[in-house]
């Protein structure tokens, strides 16, 4: 996955072209041609922005018990505006990896050297979000500080197992890493025709397996027990395949599961459908033209499609991949008319950061998240028992004087997400961008 943005620093190719005296022509070059500087598309980094940003904004409020319902995931069928992000990001994947395989063709790079970057860059995201699971890699003792246990490395002081016995093995990260390892294989071994067969196929093949298939052990098909998170077959597959290696939260499937993540590779196959229109050499107006009508039909297919495969982001089903693709292309379009066609671009600025550096933003604020959220713990002044970092800040600075929990929580999760702007700012301006 190329987490520079488009634009970045491979979208525009150039090199010091030697050249010396011709006998005929005048100059001759003596290194192979480059490919051509590609348009600038400055809403590509603000979507990605955008996208980033939310996630941060909503996976760290001040309260997980007060939030506002458009924080907050919706709770099983159904979608908020959170239920877009992640779906959002997958789809800017697709785009990016279209625009970079691109790229990298045109410089000559074979299909060899494309598939050893693609499987690099997959591992690495994956032990990325493996190692991110596993931090702080030891279980802190209830009601002390948590460095009294960092001696017990890898060993949980409670339960006395090792860390690889209860790891999480997929996640976010690793959702990303193997959608996109699937999504530019796919790209490079088919022609686009071959590619839109298989997202269909991909598609309708979920839909009729989660829906038509009996769960083991339940006595009754998927149809009947979509409603029931627990009874799906996708979680009778995740308990089957990962055991104890399950999200904690949940217990009996993970949010990012095995056969939940089969349709989630057509989500950035669709962005690679969206980026193969964006680099086309029409007009910017028409190809602004032509997102907005994909992703209008794409929303109401998705929506139709929802009365017989509801929309659900856990089981990220196939009237849920074809929706949120929808919107996203609306999303871009909107972003594309606005930023690049007509020229609004004063309003971007504080986003250019977070879309810059997307990598250091999920991992950075997952380690502080985890750090002040579970690790880190003080004192109370109230009661003197030891209490998380988050929660001494979120009482002493938010909740304590703010009437409305909602808003307090709110304004904690607005402050992390401008702490993480200036952090990210910075590193902009001292020209860090971490590649993978």
Request: glycine content about 10%; hydrophobic content about 50%; proline content about 6%.
């Amino acid at each position: 996955m190329d987490l520079l943005p488009y634009g970045g620093r491979e979208d525009y190719v150039s090199a010091a072209v030697q050249v010396e005296p011709g006998p005929a022509q005048g100059i001759t070059s003596t290194v192979a041609p480059v490919a051509p500087l590609r348009e600038r598309l400055l809403a590509l980094d603000v979507f990605r922005g955008m996208t980033v940003a939310g996630m941060l904004l909503v996976n760290n409020p001040g309260s997980w018990s007060a939030i506002y319902p458009p924080l907050a995931h919706a709770a099983w069928h159904g979608w908020t505006s959170t239920d877009l992000i992640f779906p959002f990001f997958l789809f800017i994947v697709g785009v990016t990896t279209h625009l970079s395989l691109t790229t990298r063709r045109a410089m000559g790079a074979d299909n060899r050297a494309i598939v050893r970057q693609i499987l690099k860059r997959g591992a690495i995201i994956y032990l990325l979000g493996l190692a991110l699971n596993g931090f702080p890699y030891f279980d802190p003792v209830p009601g002390s500080f948590w460095g009294s246990s960092i001696s017990r490395f890898g060993i949980s002081p409670v339960t006395h197992e090792s860390l690889l016995d209860t790891i999480r093995m997929l996640g976010v990260l690793q959702r990303i890493a193997i959608v996109y390892v699937c999504a530019a294989l796919i790209s490079v071994w088919s022609t686009p025709r071959q590619q839109a067969i298989i997202a269909g196929v991909l598609l309708v093949a979920y839909w009729i397996v989660m829906t038509a298939a009996p769960v083991p052990g339940e006595g009754a098909t998927g149809a009947a027990l979509l409603g029931e998170p627990s009874r799906t077959l996708a979680a009778y597959v995740d308990r089957a395949v990962l055991g104890r290696h399950i999200y904690h939260g949940t217990k009996f499937w993970d949010p990012e599961g095995i056969l939940s993540t089969i349709p989630a590779i057509v989500t950035a196959m669709l962005g690679i459908f969206a980026g193969r229109w964006v680099g086309k050499s029409i007009p910017l107006s028409d190809r602004i033209s032509g997102l907005f009508a994909l992703g209008s039909l794409g929303v109401v297919a998705g929506l139709v499609w929802s009365w017989a495969f509801p929309i659900n982001k856990q089981l990220w089903t196939s009237s849920y991949v074809v929706f949120t693709a929808g919107m996203a292309c609306v999303a871009l379009a909107t972003c594309t008319w606005l930023i690049d066609l007509r020229c609004y671009r004063k309003w971007t600025k504080p986003l250019m950061p977070f879309g810059m550096n997307p990598m250091i933003a999920f991992v950075g604020s997952g380690l502080m998240a985890r750090t002040i959220y579970t690790l880190w713990k003080v004192e109370s002044e109230q009661t003197g028992k030891y209490i998380t970092l988050q929660a001494a800040v979120y009482g002493k600075f938010f909740s304590s004087w703010i009437a409305e929990p909602k808003l307090a929580s709110f304004l904690f999760a607005v402050t992390f997400v401008g702490l993480w702007w200036g952090i990210l700012a910075l590193l902009l301006k001292r020209g860090i961008v971490w590649k993978v």
